[in-house]
């Protein structure tokens, strides 16, 4: 009975240590803000996950097209532009070493000089989709 139970806690050791070496991307968390930097206040895009996020100007990204701003684990993380990943006119591409961000704006509304959209907002990690989500924004000077 005693090398069953040695074995097995053996076992459940190591694997608990095997867990906790493993960077996991579920780990990762995407964050709303309300503050923004005084260079990311031009002309861009505020990207907002609904209506009331919109209303408590909780932004999902920030965008002043030479730039992006997201907040990841509640560490603000800045992107810069990459017109080699932007699909078309409505989609926008921001990049660093780890991250890309994607921002492509559909159903968009003209009220110049200002507009509003409707879209998706994939975050990538490494090459991997860390998060996808339906996004609603503003976006003009």
């Known amino acids: 009975m005693r090398p069953v139970l ?3 806690l053996f076992f459940t050791i190591a ?4 867990a906790n070496c493993q960077p996991s991307s579920s780990r990762l968390s995407v964050f709303t803000y309300a503050v923004v930097p005084d260079d990311l206040k031009t002309c861009g895009d505020d990207c907002f996950l609904s209506v009331n996020d919109k209303k408590q100007h909780k932004l999902i990204c920030r965008t002043d097209y030479d730039k992006a701003l997201i907040q990841i684990n509640g560490k603000s ?6 017109k080699k990943l932007s699909g078309s006119r409505y989609e926008e591409a921001y990049s660093n070493d780890r991250y890309v961000v994607l921002l492509k704006m559909m159903d968009i509304k003209k009220h110049p000089p200002k507009y509003s959209f409707s879209g998706t907002l994939t975050i990538k990690l490494d090459g991997k989709v860390l998060n996808q989500k339906k996004v609603i924004g503003d976006g003009g000077c």
Do not use: A, E, G
Not at 77 to 82: F, T
């Open 15 to 18: 694997l608990s240590n095997r």
């Open 77 to 82: 993380i800045i992107l810069s532009v990459n």
């Open 6 to 8: 040695t074995i097995i």
